[in-house]
């Protein structure tokens, strides 16, 4: 989720490209519901992200949060992220729309998927057409569950649109114990590509902790993960 | 999902049985939104329903709807359903909780997972320990679905509780092309079983007829789950 | 909310009644999400209420259950009611239809406008055209309240039929210190009644305590609702 | 709603003006689903604005969607207004949060009570104490109105802080003929302001014509306003 330092950057990053993982997300700015959170290490995230690429190989994708961030965040990463609370920002997704950058586009908390299609249409028509779009979890009335992951989105998206599909199932059940299933059921709907988070030490986490999946779960996670896509007839 | 006519449900029933079905579910009572839609054939359906299981051997499943009507159902069935709309009927509740069938307990459109843990508590505690839940989809602001498939109940539900999980995800969907994707998903997630509704002409059903499977669906789709199953580690 | 004994019931039918209430609604059968919670008096309950109607001369108001208490709770009160979580149980919606008592029937916690008006009509359909419609509350995302009291359904319910909409705002907010707000909004809205629960030591109710109205709050609501009824140009 | 061309721009300001209204709020910059919709009329939106103040004397506001169009904004208006879609963009808050105008902060449409406390806790962090909340739908499962006008927020924020509380009925129920309703409900629950949309030609609206209320109407509503204000002993 957050990039906190050097420590916690490169051996989670380790441990991931080690896995198999194909991305490496960090969170450099991060918007928060309380301005009195944790907001993220800024330009100094960046440049960690920028060597835990050098060290990985691993590319890096990180948050824009402000139309004016753009330009230096575009330095140092190699895909943007638009969070769910910006899926409606519509200046940031034509901004977006004008990078070469590819974009993961998370589904806003209450947008119906017509909105997040409607919201990627913003980005694909000023040009940028390397648009993923992320299913992360809904707002319902249960209250058990963080968010309600709405794997409904996974095949619906996948006839609507040619454009990946990731899910996100951390912030979409937003219960560690629990992930992993959500990660397999959203493989076997359809999914192109699973995100999660993992923290070497996620009590110690400044944000989410609670949701963050230890290493070597991290580790098991794949191996499941490759045996449902393979029983659905696809590799990830 | 009901009972139409002796053609339609012997042709039915052979067809689930022949794919590895383990029980057939009709509906002799139907819960309708409108006075004025098809309500049921009542106690002819529960005949044919005794018939179904003669023919093929598959135990036989049925909605009750009125605590007045239990005495004649017993006769006919294997197990009973209580629909979503009725999860908070507690006279109805109680009232199964002294039958000796099993009972299948869905889950209402709006009833949080807390809340079908307790309506199943209202079974158990009148002695009947025979009882399955089942997780339908709920209802949230999305409209491109019928109603959103909780997929997230399903291992919370596990490890909250010993009783075997159901999943329908013909009525959570609601849409007959993604129903096979959300039924593999819900496997994937560790559902115990999926029910779905086949019919042999939906474009002539009564009620429902636009997320019915096809018996050829059904069939490909019983292979496809037993895939998933084993890749995650179990047997439906 | 419950009857719970000869002291509470007489109180509280005594201070309604003066403060020009023009039913007594109480709770004999109680619908309670766990098994374990008390579930009213029974038919020790009815008769309370029909004694507290001698005493004071309000007509009282009970919930039905099931189909089979009808006969003996007819005996007892002036008027029906079909709670929130019974709305789409067609059964017993069909049995009050043959009753010659009005019936008030509660909108489902998840239940749209239109499914309400189509329980409406399973009721009218079998010949009581005497059945008022009352907005309760619905279920979102929101958690500071208990549900989302919905007066959008009040104009839109009036548009739509010519049956009374009575408004409760205890159970839609369900946080005393804000149920004479919504009971006002409700009266702008154009409710034709406003019911409130009133107990006389609400730090005692075996349910619902911590939003019944103290009976001098009651009073003064009246006075208040009475304004604003004014001001729309009505009597209540 | 959007600011179109001339006429129509200083007939409703008149209108309103002549009506009592305190302010006047038109969209320069239009956030919309569809990046295919009409955008809005940009700085030569807000040149019209500004010359609608001077012509009328009515204060005007506008929303801001881009932190970069912050000081072109506050050359023009006399407030600042945060729409729904932007109510999480951080960024946005933080920059207006600095700027010495008055901001209407609205509810996003799936924000708890809370999100919505929390993202006023943004501006006031950065020293703007001028913050007004504005209470204006949020989406639940309701399908007949446009979005669900939640008022159950209005005595909760009364009570939860001492920022203004507005209510925008028109864009919650979002249907013109249940605005008056709605808009009278909301200073029975206790709103220290309305908003409404009114179009001298709402057939010929560019964006949410169904919804504007035409001249004639809004004159009315504010009469039967301020009635019902003084019924609950208020003057707006």
């Known amino acids: 989720c957050a990039l906190e330092n050097e420590t916690q950057v490169f051996t989670t990053a380790k441990t991931v490209a080690a896995s198999g993982a194909k991305f490496f997300r960090g969170g450099a700015f991060k918007p928060r519901t309380s301005p009195y959170s944790f907001q993220g290490l800024g330009v100094e995230g960046l440049k960690l992200l920028a060597e835990a690429r050098a060290e990985t190989g691993l590319p890096v994708i990180t948050e824009v949060m402000d139309t004016r961030d753009l330009d230096i ?10 969070g769910a609370r910006n899926m409606q920002n519509f200046s940031l997704l034509k901004e977006v729309g004008r990078s070469k950058l590819p974009v993961m586009l998370k589904r806003g908390m209450s947008a119906t998927i017509k909105d997040l299609l409607m919201s990627a249409e913003y980005i694909l028509s000023e040009g940028n057409f390397n648009v993923l779009l992320c299913e992360r979890g809904i707002r319902t009335f249960e209250t058990y569950t963080r968010n309600t992951l709405d794997l409904n989105a996974v095949p619906v998206l996948k006839a609507e649109t040619h454009l990946p599909v990731v899910v996100d199932p951390t912030h979409g059940i937003g219960l560690r114990e629990h992930v992993a299933s959500m990660a397999l059921a959203a ?15 996620p009590e110690l986490a400044k944000s989410d902790g609670e949701q963050a999946l ?4 991290y580790q098991d996670l794949v191996t499941r993960v490759r ?3 393979e029983a659905v007839g696809r590799t990830l």
């Not at 359809?190 to 070497?200: F, S």
């Not at 230890?214 to 779960?217: A, V, W």
């Open 214 to 217: 230890l290493p070597h779960e």
């Open 187 to 201: 493989v076997a709907a359809g999914a192109d590509a699973i995100m999660t988070e993992v923290h070497n030490s």
């Open 73 to 82: 965040i575009e330095k140092y990463v190699d895909a943007l992220q638009i």
């Open 227 to 229: 045996k449902v896509a």
